[in-house]
């Protein structure tokens, strides 16, 4: 029905710069939150790094703010994560996250959450 498929992760030095991208595409009626989530190593759970509203609102965790940058293009279905000044806490395997309302039939339409397969981030010296 909807896939996400994420880009852009890679392995950076300390204090680098790296910008992610994720693209949904499929059976889109339209999408609302899109986000950002973290999964450290050696653990299960993905914590949000950011998030961005159909209409520009963003939220962002404490350890983030000031040096990533949420966005999107509403006409592309894309959701960008500018991620500057990058620490070796932040290293993690990203995935995009997106609430779709997916046409399922003639007139119908559902709500669902989509998770992309993640995109790798080292930042290592």
């Known amino acids: 029905q909807v896939q996400l498929e994420e880009s852009g992760g890679g392995l950076v030095q300390p204090g680098e710069s790296l910008r992610l991208a994720c693209v949904a595409s499929?059976?889109?009626?339209?999408?609302?939150?899109m986000g950002w989530f973290r999964q450290r190593p050696g653990t299960d759970a993905r914590e949000l790094v950011a998030?961005?509203?159909?209409?520009?609102?963003?939220e962002y965790v404490e350890s983030v703010k000031g040096r990533f940058t949420i966005s999107r293009d509403n006409a592309k279905n894309k959701v960008y994560l500018q991620m500057n000044g990058l620490k070796p806490e932040d290293s993690g395997v990203f995935y995009c996250?997106?609430?779709?309302?997916?046409?399922?039939?003639?007139?119908?339409?559902?709500?669902?959450?989509?998770w992309g397969q993640g995109t790798q981030v080292t930042v290592s010296s």
């Open positions: 996250r997106a609430d779709v309302n997916v046409i399922t039939g003639y007139n119908e339409r559902r709500v669902s959450r989509f």
């Open positions: 499929g059976s889109i009626s339209s999408v609302y939150d």
């Open positions: 998030v961005i509203t159909d209409t520009g609102g963003t």
